[in-house]
């Protein structure tokens, strides 16, 4: 056997085993470098599509390193931000400055303190504003959207992700469909809104609102006579006259159309001061255009209505317009408030009837709050509950309309029910946030007292709130507790001994005899409006309120004398001895929100 030939066979087909594994791996290698370039040129392409996408946007979207240098900007971004070539994986030049509620911050600045603020890497801040670059000095409103991720150490290590979308145009838009067209006021639209707002004031001070239309005369046959040009003139000058007017005057106008504005007066003491307006601009307006050197007799019929004279603040608007079409019907330049007639307060007593069952369910009704003062100290030592009813039809109701319907259909019950249990909600967070701790006291009506249960329910309620019955007064009404004495006391009996106070309401406008009074189980005694209202003037009201105040005192009652609307009534109440007072010139009712700030201070 050739044994030499043999081993040079067995070499030979290693070598060719080698060299196939060699050339295995070749190809292996190049197939790899094949893919990877493959997938390289996908995820380019796949990059470019995005870049696409984000620069198609009109969302500026920026890509930053922790260390501020730009990874990504789309088109939009570009142009925002005006940034000059050569901007990638640079630092920013200038760092855009942003304002999210009040104060401007650089943006890695802001960023940085939204970090420490919250976890979540993804925040959005709308209504922002953006100084873009020191070019520019207007800023530009955006919403404001950032999100933070990490890319891995060769971008730095993390990245911040920022989207603007520029809000201006919409804010332009906006703003045109809010002004004139021509003449760049605030239109009837946003008259509208705005009265809204002024209408939410109106309770909190004792200004009338006043709203003022002012119309030109014949300014159709003018501008037949005039031209169009020159009748546009004449609107754009009188817009300008009316503007000016309105900030030494402090109003608001509007033009609501064609040649008719509107102004809002907030804050009016009498109807002379708006008559007075009135005829300044009806007499600026005569001599206020020349055409040739010669002026034009411009006339202007002005519709005025007043809160609360001429009416609800849902149909005021509508009463400016009546009160001027009025005017317009008795000639030109006519002056015209609108008077509410009898029909504004002649609800429908169906219509409130058949509201009244939902009104709870739908939140109509609200709590006000009325300041009960000590005499001597003038501070709030307790405060009356009075209902309200802001009705979808009929605007804010007066519960003297709405109280009485309730008695008849048996409702009041309910209403009762729901007024103390408000109240002692609201005595519960005045405990828990710390304020002053006063007595409430709740109107009730005969009927709630006879239905079976009510001192149960009162006792229940007081139990599940846990509130103090001490902070809890009961108010009934003179003419009720005559009218039922015997069950009248046994209940009012019953409510004391839950640990709660009884006043009398309305004192002197009953007949309640004195024995009746002298057993009559209330603490307190509130005297009636009505005796007060003339007290300044009538020596014989003086007297009464005087010996009533004594009398109350004799049987150990103390003493609210109710409807003081100045300071020359809290004199002479309190020189009668009186322990209480409580009436406009102190605060008119409030609700919760306004109420609760005269308690903190
Ligand atoms: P009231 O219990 O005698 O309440 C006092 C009324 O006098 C309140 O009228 C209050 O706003 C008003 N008033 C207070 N100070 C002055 C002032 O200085 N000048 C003038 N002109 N008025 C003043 P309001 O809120 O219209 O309530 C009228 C009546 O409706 C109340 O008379 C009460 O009898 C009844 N009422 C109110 N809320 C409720 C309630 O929740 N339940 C029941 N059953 N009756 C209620
Ligand atoms: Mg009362
Ligand atoms: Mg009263």
Known sequence: ?????????????????????????????????????????????????????????????????????????????????????????????????????????????????????????????????????????????????????????????????????????????????????????????????????????????????????????????????????????????????????????????????????????????????????????????????????????????????????????????????????????????RINIYKTDTLEHDYDELALYNGIHEAIDKNEFEVYYQPIIEVGTEDIVAAEALIRWRHPQYGFIPPDVFVPIMEKTGFIVELGRYVLEEVLKQQKRWELFKFKQIEISINMSLLEIETEGFVENVAKQLAYHQINPELIKFEITEGSAMSSEEQVDTQLLALKKLGVAISLDDFGTGYTSFSYLKKFPADILKIDKTLVDYILVNQEDQRIVKAMIELGHNLGMKIVVEGIENKRMVQIVSSYGCDYMQGYYFSKPLPVFEFQKLLRR
């Open 1 to 333: 056997m050739d044994f030499s030939l043999d081993i040079n066979n067995l070499r030979t087909f290693e070598n060719i085993i080698i060299l196939l594994v060699l050339f295995l791996l070749l190809l292996r290698i190049y197939l790899l470098i094949k893919e990877k370039k493959k997938l390289q040129k996908l995820i380019e392409k796949k990059v470019k599509i995005f870049q696409k996408a984000f620069d198609i946007s009109e969302d500026a979207i920026l890509i930053l390193s922790d260390k501020n240098k730009v990874i990504y900007a789309n088109k939009s971004m570009i142009k925002l931000l005006d940034l000059d070539e050569g901007y990638m994986l640079e630092p920013l030049k200038y760092m855009p400055k942003v304002k999210v509620k009040k104060d401007w911050l650089e943006l890695d600045k802001f960023i940085k303190k939204m970090h420490k603020a919250t976890d979540d890497k993804m925040q959005s801040f709308p209504q922002s504003s953006l100084l873009p670059n020191n070019k520019n000095s207007k800023n530009i409103p955006i919403n404001l959207y950032i999100d933070s991720t990490s890319m891995g150490s060769e971008y730095d290590l993390w990245c911040n992700i920022i989207s603007m979308h520029d809000l201006s145009k919409e804010k332009e838009r906006l703003t045109a469909l809010h002004r004139h067209k021509l003449t760049h006021l605030p239109n009837q639209l946003q008259a509208l809104q705005d009265l809204n707002k002024f209408y939410s004031q109106i309770h909190l001070d004792d200004k009338k609102l006043a709203l003022v239309l002012v119309n030109i005369d014949n300014f159709s046959q003018l501008r037949a006579i005039i031209g169009y040009e020159q009748a546009n003139i004449i609107l754009i000058k009188f817009a300008k006259y009316l503007e000016q007017l309105s900030k030494r005057s402090s109003f608001y106008v509007y033009h609501t159309f064609h040649n008719n504005f509107l102004l809002i007066i907030p804050s009016v003491e009498s109807s002379d001061e708006i008559i007075m307006l009135s005829k300044e601009i009806q007499k600026q307006l005569v001599s206020f255009y020349k055409m040739g050197g010669v002026a034009l007799h411009l006339t202007a019929s002005i519709g005025i209505s007043i809160y609360p004279e001429s009416g609800s603040t849902l149909n005021l608007f509508d009463n400016a317009y009546k009160a001027l079409a009025e005017a317009e019907k008795n000639g030109h330049g």
